[in-house]
C-alpha cells in the first residue's frame, strides 16, 4: 500500500493497492499539495487530476503521461522529464528550475509565467503552448520546437535556442540577450537573424540617379 500525503498537513489524499508509484494509473484524483519529492512516478498515467503546488522536486516522471491535468504552482524542480509527455496540461506559474526534460511534450499546453531557469529541454516539443512571460534564463533549447508557441515577454535570456523551431510563434516583449541562436528558424520561418540579398543592382530612383552622376 502506497500511501500519498499533503505536503504541509502530513493528511492522507490518496491511497494505492501497489508498493510502488512506478508504472501507476491515477484518474480524477484530488492531489493538490501532494507530497511526492524525490518519488518515482517513471511510466505512470495520470489524467484529470490536479497537482496545484504539490511538492514533486526532483521526482522522476521519466516516460510518464499527464492527461487534462492541473499542475499550477507546483514545486518540479531538479525533477526528472525525459520523453514525458504533458501535452493539453497547465502548469501556470510552476517552478522546473534545473529539470532534466530532454524529449519531453508540453504541446498545447499552457505554462504562462513557469520558472525554467537552467532547465534541459533539448529537443523537446512546445508546439503551440503558451509560453507568456515564461523564464527560461540559461535553459538548454537546442532542436526544440516552438512552433506557434507563444512567448510573448518571456525571457530568453543566455538559454541556448540553437537549431530550435519558432515559426508562427509569437515574441512580443520576449528576451534573447546573450542567447546562441545559430541555425534557429525564426518567427517567419526562416533562420534567426535572416537578411535580405544585396539589392545593388536594382533600378534607382531618379533622384538617386541625378545624385550620382552629380558627384561625378
Partial sequence: MVEIKHRETGKVIH???????????????????????????????????????????????????????????????????????????????????????????????????????????????FFFCDLKSTNFIGANLTSANLFGADMTGANFTRADLRRSIMTDGKILGAKFEFAKMTDSIGTNGRPWGFTAKNQQNKKKSWWNVFTSRAAL
Wanted: aromatic residues 4%; negative net charge; proline residues 0%.
Fill in 15 to 125: 491511497r494505492l493497492d501497489s508498493d510502488t508509484l512506478r508504472g501507476c494509473i491515477i484518474k480524477g484524483v484530488e492531489l493538490r499539495g501532494a507530497s511526492l519529492q524525490n518519488a518515482d512516478l517513471s511510466g505512470c498515467h495520470i489524467e484529470g487530476c490536479s497537482l496545484s503546488e504539490a511538492d514533486l522536486n526532483s521526482a522522476n516522471l521519466t516516460c510518464a503521461r499527464f492527461v487534462n491535468c492541473v499542475i499550477q504552482r507546483a514545486d518540479m524542480a531538479n525533477s526528472i522529464l525525459v520523453n514525458a509527455d504533458f501535452s493539453d496540461n497547465v502548469f501556470d506559474v510552476s517552478r522546473l528550475t534545473n529539470a532534466a526534460g530532454q524529449g519531453c511534450k508540453f504541446r498545447h499546453a499552457r505554462m504562462n509565467r513557469a520558472e525554467l531557469t537552467g532547465a534541459d529541454f533539448s529537443g523537446a516539443d
